[in-house]
């Protein structure tokens, strides 16, 4: 993970985006309602999944060393396996990779670029369609399991899957964990938050897509918001997510977010 991040930090700063910064986010999230589980298949402990996230992140500040935020994310599978857990380092859990489809970096930023791709390619009211079109497969299936399943997409594409049905949903509670971001340029400059009552919901919206809603509290612990105005960035990241228990996983996050200005979204 952290070769990944170290590949898309060189990759936006030769882009020229220089006031991008480095995201870092470790923690556990735990189901938000563990006793309704309404699919009858699980995976096991250590089973583990890389995903990379394409979004838009919105910090709305309320206060001098408060903010509220939202995420609002396309996430995609990029590999997926098992792994065994490592000695802690000063506290922090530590996993092995066990990924498989994604282990060289030539590999992952080709599917990355294509998944970049889609995003762009995307319309608010296809994302809707797209959705919608989502939930109303599921609602149609007679039985869910960890069994293929056929699926055609909005735009008449038949695909063969396995695992969570798309359509499906999760709803999940991110335990209160710290926030790191870090400048590109300047890497004195860090601010460091503590991420609390984060929320995250998500819909399987195709085979290896979901669309993710996440909200939460930012408490800011070194120093004072410079801004007073809302501030929306770009966010590119990749999280490993590990699974402990039948209801929580530890999820690491590293990407680059990429503040947005009507000038340059002109440009873009």
Same mark, same amino acid.
């Given at each position: ?87 802690? &380092?000063? =506290? ?5 990779? +066990? ?6 970096? %030539? /590999? #992952? ?104 809603? &996440?909200? =939460? ?5 070194? +120093? ?6 809302? %501030? /929306? #960035? ?35």
């Amino acid at each position: 993970l952290h070769k990944e991040n170290r590949w898309l930090a060189n990759a936006v700063g030769l882009c020229g985006y220089h006031d991008a910064e480095i995201v870092d986010y470790n923690t556990i999230k735990d189901k938000h309602d563990a006793k309704n589980r309404k699919y009858r298949f699980a995976p096991k402990a250590l089973s583990q999944w890389h995903w990379f996230f394409v979004g838009s992140r919105t910090i709305s500040p309320v206060t001098a060393n408060f903010a509220r935020f939202t995420l609002c994310y396309d996430k995609f599978q990029l590999a997926q396996g098992n792994c065994m857990e490592k000695e802690s &380092v000063k =506290g922090k859990r530590i996993f092995t990779y +066990g990924c498989g489809g994604a282990k060289l970096l %030539k /590999t #992952s930023s080709k599917r990355k670029k294509f998944f970049i791709q889609q995003v762009m390619a995307d319309t608010d009211e296809k994302r809707k369609i797209r959705l919608e079109h989502a939930k109303k497969y599921k609602d149609g299936l007679m039985h869910y399991g960890n069994r293929t399943a056929r699926f055609v997409d909005i735009d008449g594409k038949e695909i063969f899957y396995s695992g969570m049905p798309i359509g499906g949903e999760h709803d999940w509670d991110y335990q209160d964990a710290e926030f790191i971001e870090k400048s590109l340029i300047e890497k004195s400059a860090v601010k460091r938050w503590t991420a609390k009552n984060v929320r995250w919901r998500e819909v399987k919206v195709h085979q290896g897509r979901w669309e993710i809603f &996440v909200s =939460g509290e930012l408490h800011l612990n070194n +120093g004072n918001l410079k801004e007073s105005c809302k %501030k /929306t #960035s770009i966010l590119v990241a990749d999280q490993m997510a590990t699974k402990l228990t039948p209801t929580s996983y530890h999820v690491e996050l590293q990407g680059i977010q990429i503040p947005t200005n009507e000038k340059r979204a002109r440009l873009d």
